[in-house]
């Protein structure tokens, strides 16, 4: 059986990659007073970059599938954003391309004891994400993540600046 997300997924990310655009995360958050839930999608185009303009204009087209679509009961709120620097780390890829970089990593099911590491990427190789924590590498298994994202730190600050 499909998730919501997956449903959304399945609507959203042709639309996005018919526009140029690479869906990075969809993620749906109820509001704490129990209004109308956001529906946050993060997008960049393949060089990784996104202006504003891109996100106005993913939204606008992402509006109009989803009034078509229907996917979400009741009230929710669009929000197109870019990843940002301390991006989310969602896709296989972005194992690859950030491999260098600090990263944190939740598992959804606790690995040899750990579910969560902090600590230099490595790469991904197969379904297993290499990250080295204080000089100890550990393989965790990319399907086990629950969340990962990269750190804001100096070297991620400079490479941005390039």
């Known amino acids: 059986m499909s998730s919501q997300i997956d449903i959304l997924h399945d609507i959203i990310d042709p639309v996005a990659e018919g526009m140029g655009y690479e869906v990075v995360r969809i993620a749906l958050q109820n509001s ?25 204009s993913l939204s606008r087209e992402v509006s109009v599938i989803m009034d078509v679509e229907d996917p979400i009961s009741g009230e929710y709120v669009l929000e197109v954003s870019t990843p940002g620097l301390d991006r989310p780390l969602t896709r296989r890829k972005d194992f690859e391309n950030y491999a260098g970089y600090e990263a944190k990593i939740e598992l959804s099911v606790p690995e040899a004891g750990r579910r969560r590491y902090r600590g230099k990427l490595l790469g991904i190789s197969q379904d297993l994400v290499k990250i080295d924590v204080d000089g100890e590498v550990f393989e965790v298994d990319f399907n086990n993540i629950n969340r990962s994202k990269l750190v804001l730190t100096d070297e991620l600050l400079a490479a941005a600046q390039n």
């Open 32 to 56: 704490p007073r129990g209004e109308a839930v956001t529906l946050q999608i993060m997008a960049e185009r393949p060089d990784g970059t996104m202006l504003v303009e891109d996100c106005a």
